[in-house]
């Protein structure tokens, strides 16, 4: 049984930085399209950033220069490491998991079947 599990979101100022970590079992990252995406109160789930199998990597226009994806195969650890956090940052995170071989970096949440169970991140100003 496929499993991710997030960890790392806190509550920071502006201007912080934070790094989440999603840990997969039940399967290794090899092979698989990951992305974090995030939801907001009230708001629809938007992905955030995505890395493909190959290491091809894409973000949403909101995040670039700031976040940065990146995974640890040996760890079987996915990260985002957010920088200058903003206040609509403020979300619960998630981690997503696709058994994909391909450059996709896909940020739809419809290209993902595995999801961990979030991890809350707020930025106060």
């Known amino acids: 049984q496929v499993q991710l599990v997030e960890s790392g979101g806190d509550s920071v100022q502006a201007g912080g930085s934070l790094r989440l970590s999603c840990v997969a079992s039940?399967?290794?990252?090899?092979?698989?399209?990951m992305g974090w995406f995030r939801q907001a109160p009230g708001k629809d789930r938007e992905g955030v950033a995505a890395l493909a199998s190959t290491g091809a990597t894409r973000y949403a226009d909101s995040v670039k220069g700031r976040f940065t994806i990146s995974k640890d195969n040996a760890k079987n650890t996915l990260y985002l490491q957010m920088n200058g956090l903003k206040p609509e940052d403020t979300a619960m995170y998630y981690c997503?998991?696709?058994?994909?071989?391909?450059?996709?970096?896909?940020?739809?949440?419809?290209?993902?079947?595995?999801w961990g169970q979030g991890t809350q991140v707020t930025v106060s100003s």
């Open positions: 997503a998991a696709k058994n994909q071989d391909d450059d996709v970096a896909s940020l739809s949440q419809y290209w993902y079947s595995h």
């Open positions: 039940g399967y290794t990252y090899s092979g698989y399209r």
